[in-house]
């Protein structure tokens, strides 16, 4: 058995100094390889065709000029709104008259913007049971709370 490994161990030293000596050994690029190497020959596109592909492919190209002015643009403060004069409206509530009315009123009057979420919000407090009858001067800077409050009491 002892004779055995040492003919494996033997025959696997010849066969690495067989492939040192082939790997240092090695020819030069044949006339094949030398063809495939020069067909895959970088090619600088100019930067006319590089813009031109860019654009293609729904990109944008701009110059440092532009992209700064654009970057400045962003960082700007927006302007504050002026805030509008609160609109004033004088609501009559009369016998008979629903939350459906009463929110359909007061958005025609531009005091709320929403109708439909205004006489949600009655609903959801259980407001819309409770509205008396009367007058009731209101404006737009009120919330829907303040409103309701309003003409329950």
Not at 53 to 82: F, R
Not at 90 to 109: F, I, N, P, Q
Not at 120 to 145: F, I, W
């Amino acid at each position: 058995m002892k004779q055995v490994i040492q003919g494996f161990a033997t025959a696997l030293l010849l066969a690495g100094a067989c492939m040192l000596a082939l790997y240092f050994t090695d020819t030069p690029k044949t006339e094949e390889t030398a063809t495939a190497s020069a067909a895959v020959e970088t090619v600088t596109p100019s930067e006319d065709d590089m813009k031109k592909e860019l654009e293609e492919n729904d990109y944008h190209v701009l110059s440092n000029q532009d992209y700064e002015e654009l970057k400045n643009a962003q960082n700007k403060t927006p302007e504050k709104p002026k805030k509008e004069e609160p609109k004033t409206f004088t609501l009559k509530l009369e016998t008979g008259m629903t939350s459906d009315d009463v929110a359909t009123k007061l958005e025609e009057a531009d005091i709320i913007e929403d109708a439909s979420a205004f006489r949600t919000y009655l609903d959801a407090t259980e407001a819309s049971e409770s509205l008396q009858v009367g007058t009731y001067h209101v404006s737009s800077d009120m919330k829907y709370e303040d409103i309701s409050k309003l003409m329950i009491k």
